[in-house]
């Protein structure tokens, strides 16, 4: 099968792009860079050139592959109804890369109970409304002949397989406990985020591709984690002891911006993929957050750098 990915240079996109190369399909990929095209094509992976924004782009390639994955923008409506327009009829899939901060809350490091399964009710943040309602349409598309399905991520970490080997969260805490000398949480840290490895993500995308019937909504993850015990793990990897420090909200606000500060660090964001296990026979297997950051990856990839 030939899929094309929509972020084939990013760290979701590269990775499910290695994994389909491994299991024997043909990968195109979009790439606005031709640094990276190049990069991508040493890797085996035809490079399209454009951007989320060049609508015929994106329409050519989905139309010449057997499927189309979006690993790019959960938020880039115009890219998506691009790839729908294309797709419309031909009954290929399309999978969309969403992400679990939909059911996230403004709790300031502070822990909640609330914990979602697909069919669970919830009033998404304000600033998550938008992709609530791109999720719900990229479902729809299944009445006009798109095998349409949504991959909603928890916190991904491990080291990337593709161009991009970083996630978000963890080398974030990272950066931060190097930029104060010590292991830092916003808040008292005890907000939890449900979790999953980057190559079992890869998995699913496979199982998906293969099997999972339109209009699904899936969410991923295989565990939870407390940003505290994030931190404590990185301050003991990085030799700054258990002592983990809080850290005001308005500073991280100050450094990462709103959306990032409460809704991707500060917040509670619990679900579970019980649907995936049991629909696509998923079997994540991968070692725990807390396992990865003291493997030593996160912290060595992290280097010194500023914050990302």
């Not at 069919?119 to 992709?131: G, I, N, W, Y």
């Not at 729809?140 to 949504?150: D, E, I, M, Q």
């Not at 297997?285 to 493997?295: C, F, M, N, Q, Y």
Request: net charge negative; aromatic share 6%.
């Amino acid at each position: 099968m030939h899929v094309f990915i929509i972020g084939a240079t990013g760290y979701i996109g590269g990775t499910i792009a290695a994994r389909l190369q491994a299991a024997g399909h043909e990968v195109s990929g979009l790439a606005r860079d031709p640094v990276k095209a190049a990069l991508l094509e040493r890797r085996g992976i035809a490079p399209v050139a454009g951007s989320l924004d060049d609508d015929e782009v994106l329409k050519r390639a989905c139309r010449d592959a057997d499927a189309a994955i979006n690993a790019a923008s959960s938020d880039h409506r115009g890219a998506v109804e691009a790839c729908l327009e294309a797709l419309a009829g031909t009954d290929k899939p399309f999978l969309h890369t969403s992400g679990s901060s939909i059911v996230a809350d403004d709790a300031e490091g502070e822990p909640s109970d609330a914990v979602f399964a697909e069919d669970t009710p919830f009033t998404p943040p304000p600033l998550r409304s938008a992709r609530v309602a791109l999720d719900r349409d990229i479902r729809a598309a299944s009445t006009r002949g798109v095998r349409s399905v949504v991959l909603c991520n928890s916190l991904i970490y491990g080291r990337g397989l593709g161009l991009h080997e970083e996630s978000v969260q963890v080398p974030s805490l990272v950066a931060l406990a190097r930029r104060r000398g010590v292991a830092s949480h916003v808040g008292r840290g005890l907000n939890v985020w449900s979790t999953v490895h980057v190559e079992d993500v890869a998995d699913l995308y496979l199982l998906a591709l293969e099997k999972a019937p339109g209009g699904s909504f899936y969410f991923v993850e295989n565990g939870e984690a407390s940003f505290r015990d994030m931190a404590r793990a990185i301050g003991r990897t990085l030799g700054l002891g258990e002592r983990t420090e809080l850290w005001p909200i308005a500073e991280a606000v100050a450094l990462w911006g709103e959306s990032k500060a409460r809704f991707t660090m500060a917040s509670n964001s619990r679900v579970r993929a019980a649907k995936a296990r049991a629909e696509l026979d998923w079997r994540p297997s991968r070692p725990t957050v807390i396992a990865d950051i003291e493997s030593g990856h996160a912290s060595r990839a992290a280097g010194s750098g500023a914050p990302a």
